[in-house]
């Protein structure tokens, strides 16, 4: 019984690090800096996506994931290309060896999607688990010392207006404020 309850012990000791660690998440964006995400169909014949991992601490080595383009049924994938080396694609899922080890943000993918301007307003394309992974239900990443981490995925909006939600970034931008500022504001 001794011995069962050490074992059980240095497992729960060995696995509390790896749980603690942050893998940040994979972003869709409009730009390669990850700072819109946000996409106008306005009539060009293709648009150009990027995803991208953010806010990796420990850097970022490779990712399992997909795309779900159901919300935005007018627009389809042109071309695809990637950092490092694919297994599948975006709509059916893809693993992505990224060959090497880089800091965040890097972008892994860029998607160049069919578009002829009749993309209905606040269509969302979706970052969601690749459908063939082992692990059901998880977008996962490597990070740089080869930790399996699950990440959230964010989406990214065709034609956003004023009913649009937000573009379903789950880390949420803050800014630094004093309290007094903040104060200051409902006085």
Same mark, same amino acid.
């Given at each position: 019984?001794?011995?069962?309850?050490?074992?059980?012990?240095?497992? &729960?000791?060995? +696995? /509390?690090? +790896?749980?603690?660690?942050?893998?940040?998440?994979?972003?869709?964006?409009?730009?390669?800096?990850?700072?819109?995400?946000?996409?106008? *169909?306005?009539?060009?014949?293709?648009?150009?996506?990027? #995803?991208?991992?953010? *806010?990796? @601490?420990?850097?970022?080595?490779?990712?399992?994931?997909? /795309?779900?383009?159901?919300?935005?049924?007018?627009?389809?994938?042109?071309?695809?290309?990637?950092?490092? #080396?694919?297994?599948? =694609?975006?709509?059916?899922?893809?693993?992505?060896?990224?060959?090497?080890?880089?800091?965040? @943000?890097? #972008?892994?993918?860029? /998607? &160049?999607? =069919?578009?002829?301007?009749?993309?209905?307003?606040?269509?969302? !394309?979706?970052?969601?688990?690749?459908? =063939?992974?082992?692990?059901?239900?998880?977008?996962?990443?490597?990070?740089?010392?080869?930790?399996?981490? =699950? #990440?959230?995925?964010?989406?990214? !909006?065709?034609?956003? $207006?004023?009913?649009? @939600?937000?573009?379903? !970034?789950?880390? &949420?931008?803050?800014?630094? $404020?004093?309290?007094?500022?903040?104060?200051?504001?409902?006085?």
């Amino acid at each position: 019984m001794k011995k069962a309850l050490l074992i059980t012990m240095a497992l &729960v000791l060995i +696995a /509390i690090p +790896a749980a603690g660690q942050e893998g940040g998440y994979l972003g869709l964006f409009a730009d390669q800096l990850g700072e819109n995400c946000a996409l106008f *169909d306005s009539g060009a014949p293709y648009l150009t996506f990027y #995803v991208i991992h953010m *806010d990796a @601490p420990n850097g970022g080595s490779a990712a399992q994931y997909a /795309i779900d383009y159901s919300g935005a049924p007018e627009l389809s994938v042109f071309a695809e290309s990637h950092l490092g #080396v694919p297994i599948g =694609n975006t709509e059916e899922g893809l693993s992505l060896g990224y060959g090497g080890c880089f800091q965040s @943000p890097v #972008v892994i993918s860029t /998607i &160049v999607l =069919n578009a002829l301007g009749n993309s209905a307003p606040c269509s969302i !394309l979706r970052i969601i688990p690749d459908p =063939n992974n082992i692990v059901p239900d998880e977008i996962q990443v490597t990070d740089c010392d080869l930790n399996l981490i =699950n #990440v959230v995925g964010a989406s990214l !909006l065709i034609n956003p $207006d004023a009913s649009c @939600p937000d573009c379903g !970034l789950l880390p &949420v931008a803050t800014e630094i $404020d004093t309290w007094g500022s903040l104060k200051s504001l409902y006085r």
